[in-house]
């Protein structure tokens, strides 16, 4: 099945519908937890699935909208191709709202689509005024100029508009690259029984097909594709695009976590450095040589000490190039975005990009390899 798909991140603050506008869209109750359903509230990374009008597949990660469960939102936002931001009309813009927004601009989403839910329960001047604040709270993100789509799950108003401004965008997101080796993080593990473990997560590259050898990453432990399945369909192949469901052999399920890699085998190498563009949110405080941060790369959360190789610090909304040394190893690739968070409290620091997956080590401040990051 070589089928080109499309991969929609939902972002937003708690209670303002992201779960229950992604039910309408798909049929699919994304909340798979006894605990979701019985308080109502996303926790876990939900998925679903369906077909645009134009035939092509979209799948949905529905991330978690408390602040509590930041670090699952930060584990579905990476790789997915287009952004559907949730603003509930009776309450606005919240915290949440802001802080995804951030996130997603710092992992440069390439586009997405503004979606204000619940609209049948407010009037129709409250619901002119939630529209200018969310317009003002996206001046000067990639969402500046992004569709904004009035919804009501219950209703199904501006449900069939939704999901043509997503089939319209679907075409003009570039084509995954199916030439590079596959690459997919891992964001879920259990057991099938009579199969053995498996794995699911966005395949951000190449191709997956049931038989490869494959390699699991940082532990780098070998296993072999036994099956897959794409957008609920058992399938011979997995593409770049796909959110897919690897059945392996040759590994427990004990082995496996959140926050690994699964890649063709012997494509990557474990490293526990990283030489980085880094990108700084605006805040009140700089960001100085050696501060511990917590760095989430793929599905993983890692903290790491950052480095700067040209100054002591960088004022807030400044960039620099550093190293970042990791306390657990991970496996990255030139041009991987990323997000740091401050270690304590653990607002947004900022996002980047990796320029190198496996540096020498830093030893001193070098404004000669700055300048060849740079280059």
Request: hydrophobic share 40%; net charge negative; with cysteine.
């Given at each position: 099945m070589m089928d080109s798909s499309f991969l929609i991140g939902t972002a937003g603050h708690v209670d303002h519908g992201k779960t229950t506008l992604v039910q309408a869209l798909t049929g699919i109750n994304t909340d798979r937890l006894e605990e979701e359903r019985r308080r109502g509230m996303s926790i876990e990374l939900g998925f679903a699935?369906?077909?645009?009008?134009?035939?092509?597949?979209?799948?949905?990660?529905?991330?978690?909208?408390?602040?509590?469960?930041?670090?699952?939102?930060?584990?579905?936002?990476?790789?997915?191709?287009?952004?559907?931001?949730?603003?509930?009309?009776?309450?606005?813009?919240?915290?949440?709202?802001?802080?995804?927004?951030?996130?997603?601009?710092?992992?440069?989403?390439?586009?997405?689509?503004?979606?204000i839910t619940k609209c049948d329960t407010v009037e129709p001047e409250w619901l002119t005024a939630v529209s200018a604040e969310v317009r003002q709270a996206l001046a000067g993100t990639f969402l500046a100029d992004a569709p904004l789509i009035e919804t009501d799950a219950v209703s199904g108003r501006g449900l069939e508009e939704l999901v043509r401004i997503l089939d319209e965008t679907s075409a003009r997101v570039p084509v995954p690259d199916l030439n590079r080796p596959a690459f997919l993080s891992i964001d879920r593990v259990f057991v099938r029984p009579g199969f053995g473990p498996v794995v699911t997560g966005s395949l951000r590259s190449g191709v997956l097909r049931v038989g490869d050898a494959v390699t699991v990453y940082p532990d780098e432990l070998p296993a072999r594709v036994r099956g897959l399945q794409t957008f609920g369909e058992t399938e011979s192949t997995a593409c770049a695009g796909m959110r897919a469901a690897v059945n392996l052999s040759g590994v427990s399920v004990d082995e496996l976590h959140r926050g690994q890699v699964l890649a063709s085998a012997g494509s990557l190498q474990s490293t526990d450095r990283l030489n980085v563009f880094v990108e700084l949110a605006e805040g009140d405080r700089p960001l100085k040589h050696r501060t511990r941060a917590?760095?989430?790369?793929?599905?993983?959360?890692?903290?790491?000490?950052?480095?700067?190789?040209?100054?002591?610090?960088?004022?807030?909304?400044?960039?620099?190039?550093a190293q970042l040394r990791l306390e657990t190893p991970t496996a990255s690739r030139r041009g991987d975005r990323f997000v740091l968070r401050w270690y304590s409290p653990q607002n947004l620091m900022g996002g980047g990009e990796v320029l190198e997956a496996n540096p020498k080590p830093f030893r001193s401040r070098d404004a000669e390899l700055a300048e060849r990051l740079r280059a």
């Amino acid at each position: 099945m070589m089928d080109s798909s499309f991969l929609i991140g939902t972002a937003g603050h708690v209670d303002h519908g992201k779960t229950t506008l992604v039910q309408a869209l798909t049929g699919i109750n994304t909340d798979r937890l006894e605990e979701e359903r019985r308080r109502g509230m996303s926790i876990e990374l939900g998925f679903a699935e369906f077909r645009l009008p134009s035939g092509r597949s979209a799948g949905i990660v529905d991330v978690p909208g408390h602040e509590r469960f930041l670090k699952n939102m930060l584990a579905g936002a990476t790789g997915v191709d287009f952004a559907l931001l949730v603003v509930a009309a009776d309450e606005g813009v919240m915290p949440q709202t802001r802080e995804h927004l951030a996130i997603l601009q710092s992992l440069r989403i390439p586009a997405g689509v503004v979606a204000i839910t619940k609209c049948d329960t407010v009037e129709p001047e409250w619901l002119t005024a939630v529209s200018a604040e969310v317009r003002q709270a996206l001046a000067g993100t990639f969402l500046a100029d992004a569709p904004l789509i009035e919804t009501d799950a219950v209703s199904g108003r501006g449900l069939e508009e939704l999901v043509r401004i997503l089939d319209e965008t679907s075409a003009r997101v570039p084509v995954p690259d199916l030439n590079r080796p596959a690459f997919l993080s891992i964001d879920r593990v259990f057991v099938r029984p009579g199969f053995g473990p498996v794995v699911t997560g966005s395949l951000r590259s190449g191709v997956l097909r049931v038989g490869d050898a494959v390699t699991v990453y940082p532990d780098e432990l070998p296993a072999r594709v036994r099956g897959l399945q794409t957008f609920g369909e058992t399938e011979s192949t997995a593409c770049a695009g796909m959110r897919a469901a690897v059945n392996l052999s040759g590994v427990s399920v004990d082995e496996l976590h959140r926050g690994q890699v699964l890649a063709s085998a012997g494509s990557l190498q474990s490293t526990d450095r990283l030489n980085v563009f880094v990108e700084l949110a605006e805040g009140d405080r700089p960001l100085k040589h050696r501060t511990r941060a917590r760095l989430h790369i793929g599905t993983a959360e890692i903290l790491v000490r950052i480095l700067l190789w040209e100054s002591a610090e960088v004022a807030p909304g400044g960039s620099a190039y550093a190293q970042l040394r990791l306390e657990t190893p991970t496996a990255s690739r030139r041009g991987d975005r990323f997000v740091l968070r401050w270690y304590s409290p653990q607002n947004l620091m900022g996002g980047g990009e990796v320029l190198e997956a496996n540096p020498k080590p830093f030893r001193s401040r070098d404004a000669e390899l700055a300048e060849r990051l740079r280059a």
